[in-house]
């Protein structure tokens, strides 16, 4: 795993903590089915993990320490979810036997890992002959919004620029049918999806997030220690995030590549 450029701060919790099968698997949920056994690689606060565990038989989460998977741990507790086991794990180097689970799934996982194709190459080797590889990535390249404002088109450029310098890939989402190919897939179903914020109480959400995660999440302390951006440029940036969102016209469209694979 490279370095984790968004960091586990509140406000960057905020976002992930929304996400479930409805708007984020959406393109694997036809393959659940109740006897399935279904590792979730990189589960983050757990809430995809907690929705999947109530369709399996099973469900193991992993992430890559143990204050991350702790995340993840309190909510299944929280929520009475029993058959969920927790491992800390690199995804390029699974601890799991050959042709353990049935459904293997990453969200948000592969634009961060130093080897993306190798991780591919364990999700294959610990899933069962016939079972399923589902990894679903954003495409920051892609990213599109209005009004224009030129701020957004800074912190965009400097998100960039700070993934890669961890090792990750921004612009996964449009790689992941290559790296499924190269990591010897030979049935891939290649799709795309997306989140849309539009409405005024999705704006503010939305906007109102990364004004706050631009200032003080992991993202924003790279940026500072390492020259990028000085803090009343990311002030800037974060005022500007407010502005679009108190904006009646203001629109934001996030695309993501999805890949369903089989051996």
Not at 203 to 209: K, N, P, Q, Y
């Amino acid at each position: 795993m490279a370095v984790y450029t968004h960091g586990h701060h509140d406000s960057v919790l905020r976002s992930h903590n929304t996400r479930t099968i409805a708007n984020s698997a959406a393109y694997l949920e036809p393959l659940l089915s109740a006897d399935a056994h279904l590792l979730d690689v990189g589960a983050g606060p757990g809430t995809i993990t907690v929705d999947f565990a109530g369709r399996v038989r099973r469900a193991t989460a992993t992430e890559i320490n143990t204050d991350a998977l702790s995340l993840s741990q309190k909510l299944a507790a929280e929520r009475g979810a029993g058959n969920i086991d927790f491992s800390v794990e690199d995804v390029h180097a699974l601890s799991f036997d050959d042709d353990t689970f049935d459904i293997v799934h990453a969200h948000q996982v592969l634009q961060h890992v130093v080897d993306p194709v190798q991780a591919l190459r364990e999700m294959r080797r610990v899933a069962k002959p016939g079972g399923v590889v589902a990894a679903r990535d954003a495409d920051y390249a892609g990213f599109h919004w209005f009004p224009l404002i030129p701020e957004l088109d800074e912190w965009l450029r400097l998100y960039r620029a700070a993934a890669r310098a961890n090792g990750g890939e921004p612009d996964a989402g449009r790689r992941l049918l290559s790296w499924a190919r190269a990591a010897g897939f030979t049935e891939v179903t290649a799709t795309a999806s997306t989140w849309c914020y539009a409405t005024p109480e999705e704006r503010a959400w939305w906007g109102g997030m990364w004004a706050d995660r631009i200032l003080e999440s992991a993202l924003a302390h790279q940026l500072q220690r390492d020259g990028l951006a000085t803090r009343d440029q990311l002030q800037q940036i974060s005022d500007a995030w407010r502005s679009w969102a108190d904006d009646g016209d203001g629109w934001y469209l996030v695309p993501h590549g999805e890949v369903l694979c089989r051996s």
